[in-house]
């Protein structure tokens, strides 16, 4: 089992940057692709970036130009830094990850039935 632990979410203002972590433990050796994903009062879970363990990266056209994802894998942590926030940022950010060492995360990325892990979210709250 692989368990996964995000940090870094909290109250920001709008065009703040913040810095998300997510520290992977357990069995690690296994993990492929990561992602972030968000949820919204409301509002389904939806995509916003992954990479994989080759640094493939993949990222919704919502967070494009803005969001930088990466990871290392010595630590088994992926970050995710968003620049120039905007209310609309403003959900549960949940970590997770696939079982699929060698996996690019092409064509998969994208969907949270791609992942066999999660973590248990951070808030992210932008205000204006």
């Known amino acids: 089992q692989v368990q996964l632990a995000e940090s870094g979410g909290g109250l920001v203002q709008v065009d703040d940057s913040l810095k998300l972590s997510c520290t992977a433990s357990?069995?690690?050796?296994?993990?492929?692709?990561m992602g972030w994903f968000r949820q919204a009062p409301g509002k389904e879970r939806e995509f916003v970036t992954a990479?994989?363990?080759?640094?493939?990266?993949y990222y919704a056209d919502s967070v494009k130009g803005r969001a930088t994802i990466s990871r290392d894998n010595a630590k088994n942590t992926m970050y995710l830094v968003i620049n120039s926030l905007k209310p609309e940022d403003t959900a549960v950010y949940y970590c997770?990850?696939?079982?699929?060492?060698?996996?690019?995360?092409?064509?998969?990325?994208?969907?949270?039935?791609?992942?066999?892990?999660w973590g248990q979210g951070t808030q992210v709250t932008v205000s204006s």
């Open positions: 997770a990850a696939d079982r699929q060492y060698y996996s690019s995360g092409n064509g998969v990325a994208h969907f949270a039935t791609n992942y066999d892990y």
């Open positions: 357990g069995l690690t050796f296994s993990i492929g692709v």
């Open positions: 990479i994989s363990r080759g640094r493939n990266t």
